[in-house]
Each structure stands twice: as structure tokens, then as C-alpha cells.
């Protein structure tokens, strides 16, 4: 690697907290869900490894990017020591799972790690922003929601449903998000994409209703953002910034409702 001077000043914030505002409503959800279904410690202990392993996300990518150019900036050992701090807090989080969880709950984060590794390829090309990566990372952190709930105990299918449930409403709103954002920057854009991706996620939820894994509570949740779109298509754009806490208020009207459907 080639070295740079020391004596620039690194802003932490621009290294230590992510900056995808959408992120963080893709990672509080499904601890929040999990902990309302099946509140125990061990969730805790997987809530806290899902939100390092958010936090940790930003620096690595920073450090990953620098790797493969080859070079050491300032910001690139601030960047590897923050990801090693919330690797740490991460690791802490799990072994509380293992130690305290009732049940195997490993397997639905096993089975999102090609997900995972999809998401951190394209950040290291810095391509997180594309389509794939940011599905697949949001539909990864919906894993936690059902090993929260196995680890409490939960019916396996209905800990899935939990999974299905955000990864139909990540799929849904991820599209709804894109469409608006790209319509506030004036570019030409066609709401059928946006469109279709609803209609494919409540057909999901459908089907998992059907099957017992779903609340129809949770149906219904995802289902409002068919005329919530179909109203906001009409609107003027606004900022990418609204959209992201409108979508914040969506996840939580959806974990809420599955909650409730779940509980009943």
C-alpha cells in the first residue's frame, strides 16, 4: 500500500456511523419484531449482534474499498479499528444467544450469508447503492427477526413468517423508494416496476397466510402501500430524505401488525 500523510484529520462520524438512512429501518424492524413476538435474552443478545453487525458495515466497506485500490488513506485504519469495535460488541451479542436461547437459532443467519456476501462484493466495488446489493442486504437483516423468535421458543413456520413478512415488505418498499428517489432527481421512470414489486410481495404474503406462517394482519400491512403509492405517484416528488421516514413509518405500521397477528 502506498502511504498518505498522518497529519490529516479523519471525521469519525464520516467513518463510524452509517450514512444509508434507510439502513436503519431495514435493521431495527426485525429486532423489533422478534422482541415483540418472543422477548427473552437471548433475542437481546441477537438484537445487539444484529445492530453491530449494521454499524460495522459502514467502516468495512470504507476499509475493503481501500484494500482492494491498494492504498492506505488516513481514514483506513480508523475504519478497521471501528469495524474490529463493532465486530467485538457483535460477537458479545451472539455468544449471549447461545448461552441463553431455547432452541437452535443459527440456521436462518447461516442462510443469509450469500445474501451478506453479496451485499459487502458490491460494496467493496462501491456498488451498494444498486438494486441487488440493497435487496439482498435488507432481506438478510429479516433473518434476524426469525432467529430472535427461535431462539424464543417460537413455531418454526411461524418464525419464518416473520422473514417472509419483511422480505416481502423490503422488496416492496426498496422498489417504491427507488422509483421516488429517481423521481425527485427528474429522471424519467415507469411506476410498473414499482407497481409489480408490490403486487409480488402481498401475492407472497398471501400464499404464506394461506399456509399458516403469515398473519393476514400482515397481508393487509404490506397491501397499503398499493394506494399509498398509487397517491404519492400523482404528488410531486419530494426529498429522498421524506421518502426514507415515510418508509421508517411503513416498516413500523407493518411490524406492529404482524406483531399483533402473531400474538392473536
Given at each position: 500500500?502506498?502511504?498518505?500523510?498522518?497529519?490529516?484529520?479523519?471525521?469519525?462520524?464520516?467513518?463510524?456511523?452509517p450514512?444509508?438512512?434507510?439502513?436503519?429501518?431495514?435493521?431495527?424492524?426485525?429486532?423489533?419484531?422478534?422482541?415483540?413476538?418472543?422477548?427473552t435474552?437471548?433475542?437481546?443478545?441477537?438484537?445487539?449482534?444484529?445492530?453491530?453487525?449494521?454499524?460495522?458495515?459502514?467502516?468495512l466497506?470504507?476499509?475493503?474499498?481501500?484494500?482492494?485500490?491498494?492504498?492506505?488513506?488516513?481514514?483506513?485504519?480508523?475504519?478497521?479499528?471501528?469495524?474490529?469495535?463493532y465486530?467485538?460488541?457483535?460477537?458479545?451479542?451472539?455468544?449471549?444467544?447461545?448461552?441463553?436461547?431455547?432452541?437452535?437459532?443459527?440456521?436462518p443467519?447461516?442462510?443469509?450469508?450469500?445474501?451478506?456476501?453479496v451485499?459487502?462484493?458490491?460494496?467493496?466495488?462501491?456498488?451498494?447503492?444498486?438494486?441487488?446489493?440493497?435487496?439482498?442486504?435488507?432481506?438478510?437483516?429479516?433473518s434476524?427477526?426469525t432467529?430472535?423468535?427461535?431462539?424464543?421458543?417460537?413455531?418454526?413456520?411461524?418464525?419464518?413468517?416473520?422473514?417472509?413478512?419483511?422480505?416481502?415488505?423490503?422488496?416492496?418498499?426498496?422498489?417504491?423508494?427507488?422509483?421516488?428517489?429517481?423521481?425527485?432527481r427528474?429522471?424519467?421512470?415507469s411506476?410498473?416496476?414499482?407497481?409489480l414489486?408490490?403486487?409480488?410481495?402481498?401475492?407472497?404474503?398471501?400464499?404464506?397466510?394461506?399456509?399458516?406462517?403469515?398473519?393476514w394482519?400482515?397481508?393487509l400491512?404490506?397491501?397499503?402501500?398499493?394506494?399509498?403509492?398509487?397517491?404519492?405517484?400523482?404528488?410531486?416528488?419530494?426529498?429522498?430524505?421524506?421518502?426514507?421516514?415515510?418508509q421508517?413509518?411503513?416498516?413500523?405500521?407493518?411490524?406492529?401488525?404482524?406483531?399483533?397477528?402473531?400474538?392473536?
Open positions: 500500500m502506498t502511504a498518505q500523510s498522518k497529519t490529516v484529520k479523519v471525521p469519525l462520524k464520516s467513518v463510524a456511523l450514512n444509508e438512512h434507510g439502513g436503519w429501518g431495514f435493521t431495527l424492524e426485525p429486532i423489533l419484531l422478534g422482541l415483540l413476538v418472543a422477548s435474552l437471548a433475542g437481546l443478545g441477537l438484537g445487539v449482534f444484529a445492530l453491530a453487525a449494521f454499524f460495522t458495515r459502514h467502516p466497506k470504507l476499509w475493503l474499498a481501500d484494500v482492494r485500490k491498494g492504498k492506505r488513506f488516513p481514514r483506513t485504519p480508523v475504519a478497521g479499528r471501528f469495524a474490529l469495535a465486530g467485538g460488541v457483535g460477537v458479545l451479542g451472539l455468544l449471549l444467544a447461545f448461552g441463553r436461547a431455547e432452541g437452535p437459532f443459527y440456521w443467519l447461516l442462510a443469509a450469508l450469500p445474501l451478506i456476501a451485499q459487502l462484493w458490491f460494496d467493496a466495488h462501491n456498488k451498494g447503492r444498486n438494486l441487488l446489493p440493497e435487496l439482498a442486504g435488507a432481506i438478510a437483516m429479516g434476524v427477526a432467529g430472535i423468535g427461535l431462539a424464543g421458543g417460537l413455531e418454526p413456520s411461524v418464525a419464518l413468517g416473520l422473514w417472509l413478512v419483511l422480505a416481502a415488505r423490503a422488496y416492496a418498499a426498496i422498489h417504491y423508494a427507488r422509483t421516488q428517489v429517481m423521481r425527485a427528474g429522471l424519467a421512470v411506476f410498473r416496476t414499482a407497481y414489486a408490490q403486487l409480488v410481495a402481498v401475492g407472497a404474503l398471501l400464499l404464506g397466510a394461506l399456509a399458516g406462517w403469515v398473519p394482519l400482515s397481508v400491512a404490506v397491501g397499503l402501500l398499493l394506494p399509498f403509492s398509487a397517491y404519492t405517484f400523482t404528488r410531486p416528488p419530494v426529498p429522498a430524505r421524506v421518502v426514507g421516514w415515510s421508517m413509518a411503513f416498516g413500523l405500521l407493518v411490524v406492529t401488525l404482524t406483531a399483533l397477528g402473531v400474538r392473536a
